[in-house]
């Protein structure tokens, strides 16, 4: 008996010493975390991620985290290899696209869907709430901003899976501070919850921030020389901290020695250095608005004016609406389906618009009934124009630009112009239509038969340079153009030959017209506001005024209103008001926390102005307050 009974002990021994050690290691979690991978076929990212899932592979992560960036260009094919890379991974991986899938996708974002259902995920595993969303910008350059719609979702996929005892850990490309336009937004759904770690990309840098009191950890980047620099990184979660470490291939696996181990619990305000960012309160009294209003979704398109009394747009979910500006009440809506990037246009009784699935769509301006639909052939981002004569024009992702008849719409002609995505608006100058297109080229087209009757190239490689996102200016016999590669561009009319170009200012892709035709505003990169005449056959800079609305990189052309104010404004939201004649800095004010997508003149004499977070207003055109 006593034999026995000292078995038994023995044996209850050795059952609790292997129970202690399957919680110790249950209670042990390793993840691998790649950011910013900027693979295209063949390059030395494309190399060193292979290195990268080999080791991994050989390792005992539970599963890696892939956090944005993983493409050069967005396009789908460097998209199509690095999902299949990552198939490889012989573990769990999840996903979350950065800002070169989003910004300059060929497909509208489509194909991350495609290759990987969505965009954003949610994965328990133990006491852990891992949640990963996007952060855009979306189709076009700007702050990062996460749709209003991927807020609501983040909020309520907590609210349902968290009770006391869990950790969230939030995974997305941008940190939480400068560069997220509405990082504060995500930051308060956060903090309602026991978040312990965000986890992000974007600088290529290694290090640990402090995102408003949530400890951030930026990853490095995979970049660097074939076969030696080939970085990701591990963290290592325990119950009472988190190790995280920089892994270099050079032979085998070799760990940094640089890294950190951090708290999950107690008072964790000091730990990282502090990452700030910029947001005020909108609106300022002095200003005077006659309407604001906030749409539930957030927002890429610019108002279009069906009517006196009527705007319409589209949104972040779908939907063309219809809103009332004196009831704001919704006079008619399209049910919600993908994402609109395309700003709406009217001609005759029709509200004219381009959808990602290719689709253009006409509606009935009074009761949004639709009216006719063609496919042009590839996803549509273009804000397209109609003509005089009842014809609409606009452009597709693969080079497509068609003409067609608004009333009907019966194809007139549907030409293969170039190779890349249309974007910004084409502009109709007599028996000719100019626009620019993400190839490198700006195209000149014969309107009546769609012939291209020429075209010009900046002669960079690189076609983020392309001024693909400019709405071209003409007067004079010459069109002007911006572009990415921070040069201003004067060519014939007649020939597309290059009469001038100057990078003397940092200009980017925001410009436009004045009333008269004698002046070119372009916002440069820095503060800066310039004024270039039309008339001279040479570069000729009437004035440059210091407006101080800081770094600068988001499209939305300014405009020059009927009193002779030019109104632009910021990645950050704020509205700025120049005296066109003599460059004299007005007035600003704070509009919202986001870019704005559009500014356009209305019928009634006012301003209109959209911004990312949804936010529709109207400005009155004083030129003194």
């Known amino acids: 008996m006593r034999v026995l009974k000292t078995v038994f002990t023995l044996a209850l021994t050795v059952i609790c010493l292997w129970l202690s050690g399957q919680n110790t290691t249950a209670d042990t979690l390793r993840v691998a975390v790649l950011a910013d991978l900027h693979v295209s076929v063949g390059n030395a990212q494309d190399k060193n991620l292979s290195q990268v899932i080999e080791n991994i592979n050989a390792s005992d992560y539970d599963f890696v985290i892939v956090d944005g960036d993983v493409s050069t260009v967005g396009s789908n094919e460097e998209l199509t290899n690095v999902k299949n890379k990552l198939s490889l991974l012989n573990k769990p991986y999840f996903f979350v696209p950065g800002n070169h899938e989003t910004n300059w996708s060929e497909s509208a974002c489509q194909k991350i869907n495609d290759l990987w259902g969505t965009d954003r995920f949610v994965y328990e595993v133990g006491d852990y709430i891992f949640i990963g969303y996007s952060t855009g910008p979306y189709i076009k350059m700007g702050d990062g901003a996460v749709r209003k719609e991927d807020i609501i979702w983040l909020d309520n996929e907590l609210s349902k899976r968290y009770k006391i005892g869990k950790k969230v850990v939030s995974v997305a490309h941008y940190p939480l501070g ?232 019966k194809i007139v002609w549907n030409e293969k112009i170039g190779s890349g995505l249309m974007q910004g608006r084409p502009t109709i100058y007599e028996d000719k239509i100019i626009f ?46 911006v572009a990415p590669d921070r040069y201003m561009t004067a060519v014939s009319l007649a020939d597309g030959k290059e009469i001038w170009r100057t990078n003397l200012h940092t200009v980017r892709e925001s410009m436009c017209l004045s009333k008269d035709g004698d002046r070119v505003y372009a916002k440069t990169m820095n503060d800066v506001l310039i004024c270039v005449s039309t008339a001279s056959q040479d570069y000729k800079l ?80 004083m030129e003194i307050l």
């Open 542 to 621: 009437l004035w440059a005024t210091d407006i101080k609305y800081g770094y600068e990189h988001t499209p939305c052309p300014p405009v020059e209103a009927k009193n002779g104010l030019v109104f632009l404004t910021n990645r950050r939201g704020q509205v700025f008001a120049v005296d066109g004649k003599t460059g004299t800095a007005k007035w600003a004010f704070d509009a919202g926390n986001s870019a704005a997508n559009k500014i356009v003149e209305g019928p009634d004499g006012r301003v209109w102005i959209t911004l990312i977070e949804g936010r529709i207003l109207s400005i009155e055109p």
């Open 178 to 409: 400068e560069g997220l336009s509405n990082y504060k937004d995500v930051v308060n759904v956060l903090k309602k919850y026991n978040t312990i770690l965000h986890i992000n990309g974007h600088h290529h840098t290694y290090a640990l921030k402090n995102y408003d009191g949530i400890v951030g950890f930026m990853a490095p980047t995979l970049i660097g020389k074939p076969d030696t620099n080939a970085v990701y990184s591990s963290l290592t979660f325990t119950p009472d901290n988190i190790k995280i470490q920089r892994h270099q291939e050079v032979t085998g696996f070799v760990a940094d020695k640089k890294g950190w181990t951090v708290p999950q619990s107690g008072d964790r305000s000091n730990v990282g250095e502090v990452f700030d960012g910029v947001y005020h309160a909108p609106m300022n009294d002095d200003v005077k608005v006659p309407f604001s209003y906030q749409e539930t979704a957030s927002m890429y398109t610019g108002v279009c004016f069906p009517t006196k009394n009527s705007i319409a747009y589209g949104t972040s979910e779908g939907q063309v609406k219809c809103l009332d500006i004196k009831t704001k009440q919704i006079l008619w809506e399209t049910p919600k389906t993908t994402t609109i990037y395309s700003t709406p246009f009217v001609s005759g009784k029709a509200v004219i618009i381009g959808r990602i699935n290719g689709d253009v769509e006409a509606y009935n301006a009074k009761d949004g009934k639709k009216l006719w639909s063609f496919n042009i052939g590839s996803p549509v981002v273009q804000e397209g124009i109609a003509d005089d004569k009842g014809f609409g024009y606009i452009g597709g992702s693969f080079g497509e630009f068609a003409k067609f008849n608004c009333k009907d719409g």
């Open 436 to 481: 620019g297109c993400w190839d490198k080229n700006l195209y000149c087209v014969d309107r009546n038969s769609g012939k291209m009757l020429w075209r010009w190239t900046n002669g960079k490689n690189q076609k983020l340079y392309s001024p693909g996102n400019v709405v071209p200016a003409v007067s004079h016999e010459k069109v002007f153009v």
